[in-house]
């Protein structure tokens, strides 16, 4: 067997020239988006007048196994792909651990995370389409940086809807954004009619996600020549982060090697089901086996406390509703909660799988997330981004039950960013005052109240 070196570098020709459709190869599919006004499945026609049209085939298609990647956006990808895949040997050896824990690093571009992959294929596409620019939410700030890059780069208009508590903790992220050009306007905001309502009802608001999109969503439909963009749980979304999962394996195949298990944290799951796909691909297609652990914040829980339902996307209710694991659109996190994941509900390609049992999901305290990210950033060097910690975490864990057992798994995991601007929620934990907060059951029923009637159909 070849020695496996610390970071597995594909050639820039290995880059992955199309994009792979789990949808394709799931014997249930993901229920349709519906239309709030009707609750009938949306229309490639009514979805078109959010978003762009070629994004609209993407988010419909289930059957269509591999999309091509347009050649502009394969010389963006070069740029910072492909990703390293590398082998924790340092962190194998502190935990002292039998396990062989390979992570995929995704934080090597200045938004400093994954989103990239898909704010670029959603930029070129909006570009394609003619139009002048585009409209977004963002919270943490890595997604509307992300995007502001890449209008940026191709020239297009980029309006960022960011949540207030983020737009007032990372002044910084913010000047990144408006660097590239975005602008950027704390939500809820008085540019729009559902901002302005918000405010109205709660003047003090920190806003949450599911208003922000609200906002940016009334924004892009109310300016000619404007879309709406999202950089999470749609599934065009998973489509373009396939390219993290594709890359992983081509690199893993090179050394022969086969993971036992793939870590993932879970946001809307846009980073999870790109890693997972081309693996989840061979599980549905009976080739191969894998185990897949989503990890989530324990204080939002949509997967493992979340109810499987139809659901609201964003506050105002203005969004195609969604079937996926949710805690309703008027659920917001712990005002303590640092980690970024925020969002109430999951991709609901994610949530038929693991509806189906195709995967499992865990939920973890903050205070030991980060004491995960200090161990990684002191052993691997690498200073991670707070959500990408979820999933660190339980890589160690997995790895520390191999040393109990002697087994030797191998582990893969997606270290989706990096957590420089993330030093306040550090801060806390270095000064002890970070807490973790599980929501009762009783808090968790007020966000299911606000779950629609179920269609019948
Ligand atoms: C946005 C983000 C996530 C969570 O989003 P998913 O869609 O669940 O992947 C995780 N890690 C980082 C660094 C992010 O920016």
Redesign the pocket.
């Known amino acids: 067997m070849k020695e496996i070196p610390y970071k597995i570098y594909l050639d820039e020709k290995e880059l992955p020239k199309k994009w792979y459709n789990l949808r394709a190869d799931m014997k249930n599919k993901p229920a349709p988006l519906l239309n709030p006004a009707t609750m009938k499945p949306m229309t490639e026609n009514e979805l078109e007048a959010v978003f762009c049209k070629e994004l609209v085939k993407q988010e419909l298609d289930d059957t269509t196994a591999y999309f091509d990647i347009p050649d502009e956006i394969v010389e963006f990808y070069k740029m910072y792909r492909p990703s390293p895949l590398i082998r924790a040997y340092c962190l194998e050896k502190k935990l002292g651990t039998p396990a062989h824990i390979y992570y995929k690093f995704e934080g090597n571009n200045t938004s400093?995370?994954?989103?990239l992959n898909s704010a670029i294929a959603q930029a070129y596409y909006a570009k394609k389409q003619g139009l002048k620019g585009v409209t977004t939410e963002t919270g943490?700030g890595?997604?509307g940086t992300a995007l502001s890059m890449a209008t940026a780069y191709l020239g297009l208009d980029c309006k960022v809807y960011m949540v207030k508590v983020s737009y007032e903790q990372k002044p910084f992220r913010r000047e990144v954004m408006r660097t590239y050009g975005a602008s950027v306007t704390p939500s809820p905001s008085m540019n729009t009619n559902v901002g302005r309502k918000i405010l109205e009802k709660h003047p003090g608001t920190s806003g949450s996600l599911g208003c922000a999109i609200s906002e940016a969503v009334e924004d892009a439909t109310t300016h000619e020549g404007y879309r709406y963009v999202l950089?999470?749980?749609l599934n065009q979304v998973l489509l373009h982060q396939s390219i993290i999962g594709l890359e992983a394996k081509t690199a893993l195949d090179k050394y022969g090697v086969k993971p036992d298990i793939i870590i993932g944290?879970?946001?809307?799951?846009?980073?999870?089901g790109g890693l997972i796909s081309p693996f989840m691909g061979q599980k549905l297609r009976g080739e191969a086996d894998y185990r897949f652990i989503a990890v989530e914040p324990a204080s939002c829980p949509s997967f493992t406390r979340g109810k499987f339902a139809y659901d609201f996307c964003d506050t105002g209710m203005v969004c195609p509703l969604a079937k996926m694991y949710t805690l309703g659109s008027n659920f917001i996190p712990s005002a303590n909660h640092a980690g970024?994941?925020r969002y109430h509900g999951m991709s609901s390609t994610l949530s038929q799988l693991y509806h189906d049992g195709l995967m499992e999901a865990v939920s973890v305290e903050q205070t030991s997330v980060f004491e995960a990210a200090e161990y990684f950033a002191r052993t691997e060097g690498i200073l991670p981004?707070p959500?990408?910690s979820h999933a660190i975490r339980v890589a160690i864990d997995q790895a520390l039950k191999c040393k109990e057992t002697g087994e030797n798994k191998v582990i893969l995991f997606g270290l989706?960013?990096t957590g420089y601007f993330d030093m306040v929620a550090y801060e806390k934990f270095h000064d002890g005052q970070m807490q973790d907060y599980i929501p009762t059951d009783a808090d968790l029923q007020q966000g299911f109240d606000g779950i629609p009637a179920q269609p019948e159909f």
């Open positions: 400093g995370s994954h989103k943490a890595q997604w950089g999470s749980v944290c879970a946001g809307g799951g846009s980073n999870l970024g994941l981004a959500e990408s989706t960013g």
